[in-house]
């Protein structure tokens, strides 16, 4: 049986967060949607780097777990932020390990990610987000581990804030 991922705690937690950061820097959803799109294609970005998958140039392997695993997480915190404001308080996944080339199932879930700029609804949130979670057992990790990375740095998130990072 495939691991599977339930969100529905995590939801309320990224809520408290963001609504933290609007009052500290008088912003809303609305106003930052798109960079909160941005963001987390940024942090696909720093994903990708950090697996090496598309180094086909270098011989070094994956960086350590808990970095991987950290940047992971930064893109959760974008995802469940994005979600938030269509009404999406609930997401449960079984995670499907694809016989796919990791650096193109990244390709893939930006891809499905960068529509939500045209495409801002629940259906295509949860399809991109899905696939985002499909990463996890390709990269060798369980949907447990991406929830204990995502809940610590969710701590580091609340530090920042309050130390006007």
């Known amino acids: 049986m495939n691991d599977v991922i339930v969100l529905d705690d995590l939801y309320p937690l990224q809520k408290d967060l963001d609504e933290d950061i609007a009052k500290r820097h008088n912003v809303s959803y609305e106003s930052t949607k798109d960079k909160r799109l941005l963001a987390l294609l ?20 994956m960086s350590e777990k808990e970095v991987v695993l950290d940047e992971y997480a930064d893109g959760m915190h974008f995802f469940l932020s994005l979600g938030i404001p269509l009404g999406v308080t609930s997401l449960k996944k079984e995670l499907v390990k694809k016989d796919i080339d990791p650096a193109t199932a990244i390709l893939e879930v930006y891809q499905e990610a960068a529509k939500l700029h045209e495409d801002y609804s629940a259906s295509q ?24 990375a995502y809940l610590k740095k969710l701590k580091v998130n609340h530090t920042r804030q309050e130390n006007k990072y």
């Not at 940024?42 to 392997?61: D, Q």
């Not at 949130?125 to 581990?145: C, N, Q, R, V, W």
């Open 42 to 61: 940024v942090e696909f970005g720093e994903f990708a780097n950090e697996t090496r998958c598309f180094k086909y140039w270098s011989l070094k392997p």
């Open 125 to 148: 949130y949860e399809k991109a987000f899905g696939m985002y979670l499909d990463l996890l057992p390709l990269f060798g990790f369980s949907g447990m581990e991406a929830k204990e």
